[in-house]
């Protein structure tokens, strides 16, 4: 909390207020989180962007979000926020004195981030997340996935993507820690410090787990402190999760679907029924209730498959200064996320086709 407290006075000490949008350069430390996470306590408004598109499209980023300032891992980064004369801060900041600084007060309608959507190139569509939001979302992925108090997760994904972001929220939250290690092209290494750092989650994409299965030394290193695995980010072969339940009996697979636009996740599926609900992306989250509309809006009878439309307290409200997009995609507080699925129940969801085409340490 220390380093978080001192980043949020080293942001509010430069002349930075309430409201304010920064944006954070991202990369898989601790260094990029803390930013994020010290504008949000100073009540600022941090765009998480990865390096790349930063260094390419950060000046109209500025541009179209009006942001103040910038942050960088390393000062060299990002000539352009100069010429734009914008603040720049790099690094962390100096831990010093500021233990009594309280978080700035936000209301739960006061945006917490602008987050770009997955796959997002060039000068990325902004999603307005809002505090509320966070909140909700936050607390009912920690039921959706039984997580205890003081646990640790190995992150290999980045911030600006939004299953990353919640697996820190998630687990900071319940006043655990997160190991970053950005070596995932060498899978042993990641998996050893699954080890060292004794961390109960790791989350990953289709891909990481086929990579897990087929390219390291899984079956050969036991993780006797993991509890769970996590699976989001489209869908994963039925024969590779049998495998990775197979390697590792005693940690929990869970499979899940979500949207940068519900904050992150609608849906998980309980490790116990995923023999019976082959193919289904779980049970919605709580907090949410769930449609499977036809190309009307009508909504269709169970077992139909249709548009999946999803509502509750982590939808959040369109795009930042896109009115046509968020028409497009928000409707009467419904999400109506593009893809096919249908619902054997009000709160089960199987989904399908779109319908458009070194370790680190952070506690």
């Known amino acids: 909390r220390g380093s978080i407290v001192s980043t949020a006075a080293g942001f509010l000490s430069a002349g930075l207020l309430a409201g304010d949008p920064v944006l954070v350069s991202c990369s898989i430390s601790p260094a990029s989180t803390l930013a994020y996470l010290g504008a949000m306590y100073a009540g600022l408004v941090p765009i998480p962007i990865e390096d790349r598109v930063l260094d390419t499209s950060g000046e109209a980023i500025c541009l179209k979000t009006r942001s103040k300032a910038v942050w960088t891992g390393k000062e060299a980064q990002c000539?352009?926020?100069?010429?734009?004369?914008?603040l720049h801060f790099f690094g962390r900041f100096n831990v010093a004195s500021h233990s009594s600084l309280g978080p700035v007060a936000r209301a739960e309608n006061d945006l917490a981030a602008l987050m770009p959507t997955s796959g997002s190139t060039g000068v990325p569509r902004l999603v307005r997340v809002t505090h509320g939001n966070l909140t909700a979302n936050t607390e009912a992925i920690i039921r959706s996935q039984f997580l205890g108090i003081?646990?640790?997760?190995?992150?290999?994904?980045?911030?600006?993507?939004?299953?990353?972001?919640?697996?820190?929220?998630?687990?900071?939250?319940?006043?655990?820690?997160?190991?970053?290690?950005?070596?995932?092209?060498?899978?042993?290494?990641?998996?050893?410090?699954?080890?060292?750092?004794?961390?109960?989650?790791?989350?990953?994409?289709?891909?990481?787990?086929?990579?897990?299965?087929?390219?390291?030394?899984?079956?050969?290193?036991?993780?006797?402190?993991?509890?769970?695995?996590?699976?989001?980010?489209?869908?994963?072969?039925?024969?590779?999760?049998?495998?990775?339940?197979?390697?590792?009996?005693?940690?929990?697979?869970?499979?899940?679907?979500?949207?940068?636009?519900?904050?992150?996740?609608?849906?998980?599926?309980?490790?116990?029924?995923?023999?019976?609900?082959?193919?289904?992306?779980?049970?919605?989250?709580?907090?949410?209730?769930?449609?499977?509309?036809?190309e009307e809006g009508i909504e269709l009878p169970k077992g139909e498959n249709g548009e999946i439309w999803v509502?509750?307290?982590?939808?959040?409200?369109?795009?930042?200064?896109?009115?046509?997009?968020?028409?497009?995609?928000?409707?009467?507080?419904?999400?109506?996320?593009?893809?096919?699925?249908?619902?054997?129940?009000?709160?089960?969801?199987?989904?399908?086709?779109?319908?458009?085409?070194?370790?680190?340490?952070?506690?």
Not at 181 to 204: E, Q
Not at 313 to 331: H, L, N, Q, T, V
Request: net charge positive.
């Open 150 to 294: 003081g646990e640790q997760a190995m992150l290999i994904l980045p911030l600006n993507y939004c299953f990353g972001a919640s697996v820190i929220h998630t687990h900071l939250y319940q006043g655990g820690g997160v190991v970053f290690d950005s070596r995932f092209m060498f899978p042993d290494k990641v998996l050893r410090a699954i080890n060292t750092y004794a961390c109960t989650t790791f989350a990953g994409v289709p891909t990481v787990y086929n990579i897990l299965v087929a390219r390291s030394s899984i079956r050969s290193i036991p993780m006797p402190s993991l509890r769970r695995f996590l699976q989001a980010g489209g869908p994963l072969a039925r024969q590779v999760i049998q495998m990775m339940r197979d390697i590792v009996p005693t940690a929990h697979f869970f499979t899940m679907y979500g949207q940068t636009e519900a904050t992150a996740r609608i849906s998980c599926l309980p490790p116990d029924r995923l023999d019976d609900k082959t193919g289904s992306v779980g049970l919605l989250l709580d907090n949410l209730i769930l449609r499977i509309v036809d």
């Open 79 to 86: 000539a352009w926020v100069k010429r734009a004369g914008l």
């Open 311 to 363: 509502k509750g307290p982590s939808i959040c409200d369109g795009y930042f200064e896109d009115p046509e997009e968020g028409a497009r995609k928000f409707c009467d507080g419904w999400l109506k996320t593009g893809d096919i699925g249908s619902g054997a129940s009000p709160a089960s969801l199987a989904a399908g086709d779109r319908i458009r085409s070194d370790d680190r340490c952070l506690r």
